[in-house]
């Protein structure tokens, strides 16, 4: 006995179709991929050995006498429910595949079949189907842990943000979260998710401003193959994905004019087509969006649709900065101490007085992004039980008050620095913090000997 057949199957895999070569041709591919693979020419049969044997894909013929692949579907999915299902059709009979799809099915492939394409495609089906099984054996037990997103504080400000989510995330209304850069307005998009009904279904996450336009479009959209150089197959893009769950949509702002005509029809229509495609697919989701700029002021100045902007500002919950919470900053501190203490196997740690005073002093120009990352780095750097204050990174320690005056140019020193660190050294961004030019900062760099201090 060869090795390949000492193996278990890859899967099991029902062929229908009134076409023997087609079912021989079929039969011998997956057999030789190592999948079990049983084959019938009509419904009764398909059904005889649905009911006799376990299998975890149907590849069913659409045309075919007596009872055809979309009656044969259906009664299918009354006795084998979890079975997945893979129809097979002609070019001509595309809007049967449509049918089947909206039926339940998978997805579809034309014929005449390039192997390839065939392999690939019942792969992507048996992994989704693993991962359909795994979910729901984790149900039962994600219904126990499951609870608020790690939203920490104690200020009015973010009772009132736990407020809004509640409000909101029972419902399927779209979201749109606004606040600075590291304020966490992911950690509302995955608090909205976990206390709504969609829970169990996936969270998608995009970040609009980390791609191009058109790698954005395939992401969001899907592609078909051939549509563009190096698709070699069908690609679902994250709002097919996302099917009975959330889609995030980080940076929203950033989206060019092109996607965000097709994200408004998108969002209104709950169906996609994907790049090179002109089979519209539809997906249930629901949208929560974020962004850091002024979407009313991008609107007046025509670099956002004014529709699509309606669209998304269905329900708005505003983050504030840590600067207009300090309250939190201990809250927030202990949490992030605790957390990086575990998760380097640490033991536990406290804040020394004089540390906690120089968070506090601190403007936290990164907000709750920088916070944690200096406590990051303190957990590291710090010898247990307490973190001291030079453990902290050298910029927050120099935000403690002093006594004495300053000088104008101490104050300018000191809050040129804390904006660098806050921004993790881009200049660019720096320097529109501080209403300078680029080559403006560069020279009091040099000037003030600034060196960036390694997180």
Not at 8 to 26: A, H, R, T
Not at 31 to 48: F, I, P
Not at 105 to 122: C, E, G, N, R
Not at 207 to 213: F, M, R, V
Request: glycine share 8%.
């Amino acid at each position: 006995m060869s090795e390949s057949a000492r193996k278990e199957p890859l899967g099991s895999i029902l062929v229908v179709d009134d076409e023997p070569i087609v079912l021989q041709s079929l039969g011998d591919w997956f057999r030789q991929d190592g999948y079990h693979v049983d084959t019938a020419s009509n419904a009764k049969e398909a059904l005889r050995l649905a009911a006799e044997r376990h299998h975890d894909i149907a590849l069913l013929d659409i045309k075919m006498p007596g009872v055809d692949g979309l009656e044969l579907q259906e009664r299918l999915a009354k006795e084998v429910p979890d079975l997945t299902v893979i129809v097979m059709t002609a070019y001509a009979s595309i809007e049967s595949a449509v049918r089947a799809l909206k039926a339940g099915a998978y997805d579809y492939i034309t014929k005449p079949f390039d192997p390839d394409d065939l392999s690939h495609l019942v792969r992507r089906a048996i992994e989704h189907r693993s991962l359909k099984s795994e979910n729901a054996r984790l149900k039962e037990q994600l219904a126990s842990v499951a609870g608020p997103a790690p939203l920490v504080g104690v200020s009015s400000a973010m009772r009132h943000v736990h407020e809004l989510i509640d409000a909101v995330a029972a419902s399927d209304a779209t979201v749109l979260v606004r606040g600075e850069s590291g304020t966490g307005k992911e950690l509302v998009a995955r608090a909205i998710h976990a206390r709504s009904p969609r829970r169990f279904g996936p969270l998608v996450v995009v970040n609009c401003g980390a791609l191009p336009e058109g790698v954005l479009e395939s992401a969001l959209f899907g592609h078909e193959k051939g549509s563009f150089t190096g698709a070699q197959y069908r690609h679902k893009g994250k709002f097919e994905l996302a099917d009975g769950g959330t889609v995030f949509l980080d940076e929203i702002g950033t989206v060019t004019s092109r996607v965000q005509i097709e994200l408004l029809r998108v969002l209104e229509e709950k169906t996609v087509t994907r790049v090179g495609g002109t089979v519209p697919v539809r997906t249930d989701f629901r949208v929560v969006a974020a962004t850091n700029q002024d979407l009313e002021a991008a609107v007046r100045d025509g670099r956002f649709r004014e529709d699509l902007f309606w669209r998304l500002n269905v329900f708005v919950i505003d983050l504030p900065p840590l600067r207009e919470r300090p309250e939190d900053i201990q809250a927030l501190a202990e949490h992030f101490l605790e957390r990086f203490a575990t998760a380097m196997n640490r033991p536990a740690m406290s804040l020394a007085p004089a540390a906690l005073e120089a968070l506090r002093a601190y403007s936290w120009p990164g907000n709750v992004r920088e916070l944690q990352n200096a406590i990051e780095r303190a957990v590291v750097l710090g010898k247990p039980p307490t973190i001291e204050a030079a453990d902290l990174p050298l910029r927050i320690g120099e935000s403690s008050p002093r006594s004495g005056p300053m000088s104008l140019e101490e104050v300018e020193k000191g809050h040129i620095r804390r904006v660098l660190d806050g921004c993790d050294w881009n200049i660019s961004q720096a320097a529109k913090v501080l209403g300078i030019d680029r080559g403006t900062l560069y020279a009091k760099i040099r000037r003030y000997g600034f060196e960036r201090v390694p997180a």
